[in-house]
């Protein structure tokens, strides 16, 4: 029964998946205990350097979450904490928790980290690969949440031997307990989500690679010295203090190895090996990067130009896969000796050799699943099923991540918020009954007090340091008007660093603050969130932005670097000054959703958010639902498409919470998150807080490509699934696919992530219907990626054949034959072929051009549509309120496509479970007595937010009706173009006033005396 449910979920695992369901979940007011066995959270992610195909910093980009997961009051961090026990059933469950002895009491450790000086035991670095040491008391990295120290308990001589006691003396907050004891403790929840993530490899596994050679390292050892937290600061060097001058990758170490029971593809190991290789020549241009790989498997989104641009920087890819690495018994030197595609035995000095470690899944997997009765696949990743992919076969737990298997840090993230809302519509009825308000103090009052500012200047590790003489800008800081103090931050965006600049606001009064770091795209809301907690309005804070535009567009020129990020500070000192608080208005909103898509996505999309309590109207051109799910006749699983799709379009025509319109598309929509409005071309006029986009792809007509048209015999994929629904001809004795037709090149540069799959699909369909046809595949790189390898293996079994073409010789194709040239052989091979079948590309619709304009939503380079961030934001937009899924945002598989309809419902739910909305402070206003009605804001806002209104006005006793502009604070985003086109100075962009902008001109040229800490902005306006 719903009432005997519990409206809390335990998420098990701290990673960037369990946070990213954590955030969700709680958003939507459930109540998460987040558990992760290790003294922080942020897994794996949290040790990268950058993310590809981005390259922005990994740890810039998480930490913002770190802290939101931290500050959220509806979530209960559980770190240090192991599960042993799970009962119960689907809303009621039971979960226990073994807290471990940290042997710091967590309510008193102020993460100060005075102890670790007085520690005299070294410890092998876990965290840093073992790269470097820490001491027996640590932090397991310096944003470490929550900032707490932890005890070793197998190396602290105290608890060893009864000896030192160094900490406890030094720790003047008394936190060091060594009494503490493990204490177990059980949880009521739910629901369950497991995101326990992955093992990498252990390359010694493999003697033949010699990782034990200190000129060999792994993966994530490259990472950590990448990093600018890691051991060497960032600085490419071995740990005996040399600098390489030639680095090798080897690829699939521990990963497309049948032998040691790991068939399948990492999935990632291509793309963070050309990662790192680039941050590589970011670092030390003149190095000479070489990566060994059987196929360059850059399937995802901007993958495949990523790679691109890496061969344009000099990456060398050599196509083989050494067995091994030599070591010169004499010199001590390290080879590669390896066989090119022509046959010729190869072999070259490095300095350095990565292995490119795979996946595994982790220790934790399997205990949980043991103690909750949860089933595996072959390969020990928990098992979900192709159209419920967050489900496992337990009800009420969900799994997401790389808990499945292998995947990158998109899907992982679209998993993590699917199976939010898959817990969230469990959890309906009770949603809510859990959960705390969060509760800001007072804020201080603003009575035009002579600004007092605090400057604080982010080191960034080395992003900003490296570079920028972070001291000076510090010291320079100090001399200008109105500030009172300024200080340097390792990380100002960690945890810790927040509650520094809290107290520092506390302490000296400050009525200002500005930070010097990095984007305020994603790092604004975070510090403005800290100067909030203290008291303090959250406009009066500035963002100086010296990462992106100083050290990282002056990174050979330091001196000028340091010169701009001091102009920088200047000018947000000077724009600081004139700051006055701001505030948001509560809005009521419309408590349902629009999906615009009726496919698999779509429909999925709306059933979730349905599920979770919510109406939805679904608009579909076609006259009925499906999308390519219609197309297709077998999944890769050997399910029937057609079974699939009955079952969700029946799902949908029972719910009554969905409203399906067929046979019609969007005619208008207006509107601002939480109350848009829209029109259909039927006339049909729908209202709704959130929409999202599962406008799908098709498949590319490869007109022009391989013959395709001219001969009969040319078909493409999809066309053979529907032959071989009937059949294939009895004289079919040669098929030859071909992949790539009119994709990954200048017209269509992207992977379309599915061609590979469904060529092994259709290649094993023929083979056990026809085992005596002959079926040649000619590909420039197969991506069976993750598990989907086992396809391709499952294909060179029953006897297809493989024969690899470069883009300068491509296959050329007549009537009832095909020339290739063969690598091997070294000269053209002549394939009489009775059907040639092509692997078209998917491309988008043309209609997403107008749902763009409609949405004032971005699309990308090659039509479709753009995230929020590739990352972190997979299925958000910028645009508030509007979300993406599926193959509208770029292309995948029904599984993914599925996983991110679920993670698109569950970001909508996110706001339509709010009870109001709050519009943006830094809105622009209309000052009615200036304006002049000609409607110059109406025609140059991008947002619709302006609109004419008719107004009374009345002038020396003479009363007319005339036409003023209003602002709609939904709709505006404060980007202030209204502002600079009115020419009656009517409009005002708060928080980028006239006088504010007129401030930050002049400190710029230093032409004027900064030190007026009070000018008005009436005077600076009047200036102007």
């Known amino acids: 029964m719903a009432g005997d449910k519990i409206g809390a979920t335990a998420v098990i695992g701290g990673g960037i998946a369990g946070i990213q369901s954590a955030l969700d979940l709680a958003d939507s007011g459930i109540k998460v205990y987040l558990v992760e066995s290790g003294p922080s959270i942020g897994g794996k992610m949290s040790q990268l350097d950058k993310t590809f195909p981005t390259m922005d910093c990994a740890m810039c980009t998480l930490s913002p979450k770190l802290v939101d997961a931290e500050r959220h009051p509806n ?54 690969e073992l790269l470097g040491k820490h001491k027996a008391i640590y932090l397991p990295f310096p944003q470490a949440v929550p900032k707490i120290a932890v005890i070793d308990a197998e190396r602290c001589l105290y608890l060893t031997k009864g000896k030192c006691g160094n900490c406890a003396k030094a720790c003047e907050a008394g936190a060091i307990d060594y009494e503490q004891k493990d204490k177990q403790v059980d949880i009521p929840v739910g629901a369950i989500i497991l995101t326990t993530g992955f093992k990498p490899f252990d390359a010694a596994k493999l003697e033949q690679y010699h990782v034990e050679h200190t000129k060999v390292i792994t993966s994530m050892q490259f990472e950590r010295m990448l990093s600018s937290s890691g051991p060497t600061g960032g600085h490419i060097e071995l740990m005996d203090g040399s600098r390489p001058n030639r680095i090798a990758w080897i690829q699939c170490v521990g990963s497309r190895n049948p032998e040691i029971g790991n068939p399948y593809c990492s999935a990632v190991c291509c793309m963070y090996s050309t990662k790192e ?48 690495v030599d070591i010169d018994p004499v010199t001590d030197n390290v080879y590669i000796k390896y066989e090119s595609e022509e046959g010729t035995i190869e072999r070259e000095e490095f300095d350095v050799i990565v292995l490119s470690i795979g996946l595994t899944p982790s220790e934790d997997t399997k205990k949980i699943a043991e103690m909750a009765g949860i089933e595996l696949d072959e390969f020990g990743n928990v098992k979900t099923d192709l159209t419920n992919p967050v489900e496992t076969s337990v009800p009420g737990i969900f799994a997401s991540g790389t808990i499945q298997g292998p995947k990158d840090i998109p899907d992982t993230v679209a998993d993590a918020s699917g199976a939010a809302a898959k817990a969230g519509s469990m959890l309906a009825g009770v949603r809510g009954t859990l959960v705390t308000k ?65 107290e520092m606001i506390k302490e000296h009064n400050l009525n200002r603050v500005v930070v010097a770091s990095c984007t305020p795209r994603t790092h604004e809301p975070l510090f403005q969130e800290t100067c909030r907690n203290a008291g303090l309005n959250p406009f009066f804070f500035e963002l100086a932005n010296i990462r992106e535009h100083c050290s990282w567009v002056h990174q050979n020129e330091p001196e000028k670097a340091t010169v701009k990020a001091k102009d920088t500070v200047r000018i947000a000192v000077a724009k600081s000054s004139l700051a006055e608080p701001l505030y948001t208005q509560e809005l009521a909103l419309t408590k349902s959703a629009l999906v615009v898509g009726g496919g698999i996505a779509g429909m999925t999309a709306a059933l979730d958010i349905a599920n979770n309590g919510f109406d939805v109207a679904l608009v579909e051109m076609e006259p009925e ?19 699939v799709l009955s079952e969700i379009v029946a799902k949908v025509e029972a719910n009554p919470k969905v409203n399906v ?57 999809l066309r053979l699934e529907e032959m071989l629904e009937s059949g294939l001809d009895a004289n079919t004795n040669t098929v030859v696919m071909i992949q790539c037709a009119g994709g990954r090149n200048d017209e269509r540069p992207y ?32 991506r069976t990626y993750s598990v989907w390898e086992e396809l391709y293996i499952k294909a060179r079994e029953l006897g297809v054949f493989f024969m690899r073409y470069t883009e300068d010789r491509e296959p050329e194709v007549g009537d009832g034959v095909v020339n290739v040239f063969d690598h ?50 997979p299925v ?73 209104q008719d107004a009374t006005v009345t002038v020396e006793e003479i009363t007319y009706t005339t036409k003023k502009s209003e602002i709609n604070p939904t709709l505006c985003k404060g980007c202030g173009s209204c502002a600079s086109g009115c020419p009656a100075n009517a409009i005002t962009a708060r928080h980028f006033t006239v006088g504010m902008m007129l401030k930050s001109v002049r400190a710029f040229a230093d032409i004027t005396d900064v030190a007026d800490a009070r000018e008005g902005t009436a005077a600076g306006e009047t200036a102007a």
């Open 75 to 128: 979530i209960e961090l559980m770190t240090y904490c192991d599960v042993v026990g799970i009962s119960g059933e689907e809303g009621n469950f039971t979960v226990t928790i073994n807290k471990k002895a940290r042997y710091v009491d967590e309510d008193k450790c102020i993460g100060c980290e005075i102890c670790f000086a007085k520690c005299p035991v070294k410890v092998p670095d876990e965290y840093n």
């Open 277 to 324: 290789a680039m941050v590589a020549k970011e670092h030390e241009p003149d190095l000479d990067m070489t990566i060994f790989a059987i196929d360059v498997r850059a399937f995802g989104k901007g993958f495949e130009e990523f790679y691109q641009r890496a061969k344009t920087a000099g990456v060398r890819y050599i196509r083989s896969r050494p067995n091994g």
């Open 438 to 502: 969060k509760e800001y103090p007072d804020e201080t009052p603003f009575n035009g007090d002579k600004p007092r500012i605090g400057v604080v200047v982010c080191r960034c590790g080395i992003n900003i340091g490296n570079v920028v003489d972070v001291p000076e800008v510090v010291e320079y800081a100090d001399t200008l008007p109105g500030v009172v103090i300024s200080k340097e931050e390792v990380y100002a965006c960690s945890g810790d660093s927040h509650e520094r600049i809290g």
């Open 625 to 643: 639902l499906g999308g390519m799910l219609r197309n297709i006749k077998k999944l890769n699983t050997g399910q029937k498409a057609s079974d």
């Open 661 to 717: 319109y067929v046979g019609t598309t969007l005619e208008s929509v207006a509107g601002a998150v939480g109350n848009f409005r829209a029109t259909l071309k039927d006339g049909t006029e729908l209202e709704f807080g959130t929409a999202i986009i599962a406008t799908g792809a098709h498949e590319f007509e490869p007109k022009g490509y391989f013959s395709y048209g001219k001969y009969e015999n040319v078909v493409t994929q």
């Open 751 to 782: 992977c379309s992530r599915v061609c590979c799959i469904n060529a092994m699909k259709n290649a094993i369909r023929i083979k056990e219907e026809s085992p005596d046809t002959h079926i040649y595949v000619l590909y420039r790189d197969i």
């Open 824 to 873: 091997l052989l070294g000269r053209d091979v002549e394939i009489q072929a009775d059907l040639v079948v092509l692997s078209a590309p998917m491309e988008t619709p043309e209609s997403n051009t107008e749902l763009s304009e409609h949405f004032k939503v971005p699309l990308g380079s090659n039509n479709f549509f753009l995230e929020a961030h590739i990352k972190l934001r």
């Open 876 to 948: 958000d937009f910028a645009t508030d309120g509007i979300f993406l899924c599926g193959t509208a945002q770029s292309p995948k598989l029904i599984d993914e496509s599925v996983a991110q309809a679920s993670a698109a419902a569950s970001r909508a739910c996110t706001i339509l479970t709010r009870d109001t909305l709050e519009t943006m402070g830094n809105i622009s206003v209309v000052d009615p007595e200036r304006c002049i009605g000609c409607g110059t804001c109406v025609t140059v806002c991008p947002y619709e937010a302006p609109t004419m």
